[in-house]
């Protein structure tokens, strides 16, 4: 019976371990923020390389529309309603051509592309997002509940000067 007992929690302590890794492969970190874009840093993982610099873009706005990233819009989600029944959402990242890529004004490859234990490709990014036409959007299709309840410059970071946006290198 206390065998029992130890396996299934053994079992359960694994299944939790393995849910928090999976959250924890989408590093996504605010690097600089000027006007009305962003520069995220991220990671993609994929089997092919060039889906794993889309997997990186997808990783950055999902972190920013879901759950939010510390010193972009007060580290809140930018998605605050309407997430389950709004059809341009349920269709951002599907399709033939994906609207997400709309919002992608440029992303740089960091260094190369390397094997993950898992054995998937995994690539390190700078992803520059056009967030005011994707905030613009969102307030657009109902998604922003609390929309202009404070001003986005209120809810930043200041930027910082002289950094370069990040160009298409793949």
Same mark, same amino acid.
């Given at each position: 019976? @206390?065998?029992?007992?130890?396996m299934t929690s053994?079992?359960?302590?694994?299944?939790?371990? *393995? $849910?928090? %890794?999976?959250?924890?492969?989408?590093?996504?970190?605010? /690097?600089? @923020?000027?006007?009305? +874009?962003? @520069?995220?840093?991220?990671?993609?993982?994929?089997? /092919?390389?060039? %889906? $794993?610099?889309? !997997?990186?873009?997808? %990783? /950055?706005?999902?972190?920013?529309?879901?759950?939010?990233v510390e010193g972009? !819009?007060?580290?809140?989600?930018?998605?605050?309603?309407?997430?389950?029944?709004? @059809?341009? =959402?349920?269709? #951002?990242? +599907?399709?033939?051509?994906? %609207?997400?890529?709309?919002?992608?004004?440029?992303?740089?490859? =960091?260094?190369?592309?390397?094997?993950?234990?898992?054995?998937?490709?995994?690539? &390190?990014?700078? /992803?520059?997002?056009?967030?005011?036409?994707?905030?613009?959007?969102?307030r657009s299709q109902?998604?922003?509940?609390?929309?202009? *309840?404070?001003?986005?410059?209120? &809810?930043?970071?200041?930027?910082?000067?002289?950094?370069?946006?990040?160009?298409?290198? #793949?």
């Amino acid at each position: 019976m @206390i065998r029992k007992q130890t396996m299934t929690s053994l079992l359960c302590l694994l299944l939790a371990l *393995s $849910a928090s %890794a999976q959250g924890s492969r989408e590093q996504v970190d605010l /690097v600089l @923020i000027d006007g009305t +874009t962003a @520069i995220f840093s991220s990671e993609g993982f994929s089997s /092919v390389r060039e %889906a $794993a610099v889309d !997997n990186s873009c997808q %990783a /950055v706005l999902r972190k920013i529309l879901y759950d939010g990233v510390e010193g972009f !819009n007060g580290g809140e989600a930018i998605v605050t309603s309407g997430q389950q029944t709004n @059809i341009w =959402l349920k269709n #951002f990242f +599907t399709g033939k051509f994906p %609207a997400y890529k709309s919002y992608v004004g440029g992303v740089e490859l =960091l260094g190369g592309f390397n094997t993950s234990p898992q054995g998937e490709i995994h690539c &390190r990014t700078h /992803v520059l997002i056009e967030f005011d036409k994707l905030i613009n959007m969102c307030r657009s299709q109902g998604l922003m509940e609390d929309a202009g *309840s404070r001003p986005l410059e209120q &809810r930043t970071l200041q930027p910082r000067q002289n950094v370069q946006k990040p160009k298409r290198s #793949f």
